[in-house]
């Protein structure tokens, strides 16, 4: 729906807001920018000057009466007391930290392997270059 002077404004004319962002100019016909409006820098946001803590507070208030009615019903509906809740998450807790632990051994352990393997791997190489540069030397000496 079109705005037309029977609506109302929410601010006068003349403490309009400024736009949100700045606006380039459109191309020419060839696509292109000219250099000035290019290198023209653009203008910077002003943060409104009247901020309206009416509004802001209100929505404070409303977080606040969510964040207490939520919590409320929470209690309500809850299948468990805290103790059995607290009870429950302690032991799922210490239950992850022992897969974890496992886990990391586990790591650890595979690390190790593959240290071991690397080295076995660099030393069978070395045996090999050096057995080939003494069979090239025998051979050069012949």
Same mark, same amino acid.
């Not at 949100?20 to 820098?41: I, K, L, T, Y």
């Given at each position: 729906?079109? $705005?037309?002077?029977?609506?109302? @404004? ?7 807001? =400024?736009? %949100? @962002?700045?606006?380039? =100019? ?14 023209? =820098?653009? !203008?910077? &946001?002003? =943060? ?8 802001? /507070?209100?929505?404070?208030? #409303? ?6 009615? #939520?919590?409320?019903? %929470? ?14 998450? #302690? ?25 071991? &393997?690397? &080295? &076995?791997?660099? !030393? @069978? /190489? ?12 025998? $051979?050069? @000496?012949?």
């Amino acid at each position: 729906m079109a $705005r037309t002077t029977d609506f109302p @404004r929410s601010r006068p004319a003349a403490t309009a807001a =400024p736009p %949100a @962002r700045s606006v380039r =100019p459109a191309p020419a016909e060839d696509g292109q920018f000219e250099a000035e409006e290019m290198n023209r =820098p653009a !203008r910077p &946001r002003r =943060p409104e000057a009247d901020t309206d803590w009416a509004q802001i /507070g209100a929505l404070g208030a #409303g977080i606040a009466i969510g964040l207490a009615v #939520g919590a409320g019903i %929470a209690l309500l509906l809850a299948p468990m007391s805290g103790e059995d809740t607290r009870d429950l998450i #302690g032991d799922r807790t210490r239950a992850l930290r022992g897969r974890a632990s496992e886990r990391w051994d586990d790591l650890r352990d595979e690390l190790r392997h593959a240290a071991h &393997r690397g &080295r &076995r791997r660099v !030393r @069978r /190489g070395a045996a090999r270059g050096r057995w080939k540069a003494e069979d090239a030397y025998d $051979r050069a @000496r012949r």
